[in-house]
């Protein structure tokens, strides 16, 4: 039996885990986390102090989501990350800690089957397509950009190679913001409007064509569950980081 605390379990996508937990016969969920709650641990480290779990799983916000992190581990909790908002260099100091603790850290921009195959099928076109940039899709309401799933798209991407350089950005005439952030070498450029939850593209070029290989997230929580229970149950036994769900994947 794993023994879960879900942190962020009032949230959207944290209360459809919470629940999927409680309905598996693997699963136990110890303790939930929520500052809205009172029913709820107002920290994850008076979580983890009160009840013995095994994992973590992290839907916060991105303000929060590094110091969850944190305190699981130095509990020796191993931590299932579906927040965004850290960058590359949060991650190799998360990897860093977990080795030192002997614990596993999982984490994915998106925890969706669909998603997962996104970051498989990029990184399979980069090896062929020298050119590509990311576009981010996310509602208004979205204050961290890029979104977890936009980063994490590239620096996979920067993985492969880097992409085939137009004009150099300090050359660019007029706004260089235009030409979006640069991530692991790609250009991400990030659009924040009503209507949309998260949806990521890839956009790869060469002389005379462009393939574009899109991920849309719907208004449903469902899609992250099962990926998110996948990597509670690959947890045990892991040690240091193991970033995005493709990775759990045959």
Same mark, same amino acid.
Not at 92 to 113: K, T
Not at 196 to 214: K, Y
Not at 222 to 233: D, E, F, K
């Given at each position: 039996?794993?023994?879960?605390?879900?942190?962020?379990?009032?949230?959207?996508?944290?209360?459809?885990?919470?629940?999927?937990? &409680?309905?598996?016969?693997?699963?136990?969920?110890?303790?939930?986390?929520?500052?809205?709650?009172?029913?709820?641990?107002?920290?994850?480290?008076?979580?983890?102090?009160?009840?013995?779990?095994?994992?973590?799983?992290?839907?916060?916000?991105?303000?929060?989501?590094?110091?969850?992190?944190?305190?699981?581990?130095?509990?020796?909790?191993?931590?299932?990350?579906?927040?965004?908002?850290?960058?590359?260099?949060?991650?190799?100091?998360?990897?860093?800690?977990?080795? &030192?603790?002997?614990?596993?850290?999982?984490?994915?921009?998106?925890?969706?089957?669909?998603?997962?195959?996104?970051?498989?099928?990029?990184?399979?076109?980069?090896?062929?397509?020298?050119?590509?940039?990311?576009?981010?899709?996310?509602?208004?309401?979205?204050?961290?950009?890029?979104?977890?799933?936009?980063?994490?798209?590239?620096?996979?991407?920067?993985?492969?190679?880097?992409?085939?350089?137009?004009?150099?950005?300090?050359?660019?005439?007029?706004?260089?913001?235009?030409?979006?952030?640069?991530?692991?070498?790609?250009?991400?450029?990030?659009?924040?409007?009503?209507?949309?939850?998260?949806?990521?593209?890839?956009?790869?070029?060469?002389?005379?064509?462009?393939?574009?290989?899109?991920?849309?997230?719907? &208004?449903?929580?469902?899609?992250?569950?099962?990926?998110?229970?996948?990597?509670?149950?690959?947890?045990?036994?892991?040690?240091?980081?193991?970033?995005?769900?493709?990775?759990?994947?045959?």
């Amino acid at each position: 039996m794993i023994r879960v605390c879900v942190a962020g379990v009032t949230g959207w996508t944290g209360s459809a885990v919470a629940r999927a937990v &409680e309905a598996a016969a693997d699963l136990e969920f110890v303790a939930g986390v929520s500052r809205s709650d009172p029913s709820s641990f107002s920290s994850v480290s008076a979580a983890l102090e009160a009840a013995a779990a095994d994992v973590l799983v992290e839907y916060t916000h991105a303000t929060a989501v590094r110091g969850n992190v944190l305190a699981a581990i130095e509990h020796r909790v191993g931590v299932v990350i579906g927040s965004s908002g850290m960058s590359a260099a949060d991650y190799d100091e998360i990897d860093g800690l977990a080795r &030192e603790a002997g614990v596993g850290v999982i984490a994915a921009g998106n925890f969706s089957l669909t998603a997962a195959l996104l970051l498989r099928f990029s990184s399979e076109a980069a090896q062929h397509l020298g050119a590509w940039e990311v576009i981010d899709y996310a509602s208004a309401a979205k204050s961290d950009a890029p979104s977890g799933t936009a980063r994490e798209l590239a620096e996979r991407l920067g993985e492969v190679r880097r992409p085939a350089e137009g004009t150099p950005l300090d050359e660019v005439v007029g706004a260089q913001g235009a030409r979006g952030a640069t991530v692991a070498g790609t250009q991400v450029h990030s659009l924040r409007l009503p209507s949309f939850t998260v949806s990521t593209e890839a956009v790869f070029a060469a002389e005379g064509e462009r393939l574009s290989i899109r991920h849309d997230a719907g &208004e449903s929580a469902a899609p992250y569950v099962a990926g998110t229970l996948l990597a509670i149950r690959a947890l045990p036994g892991r040690v240091g980081l193991t970033r995005g769900l493709d990775q759990l994947l045959g």
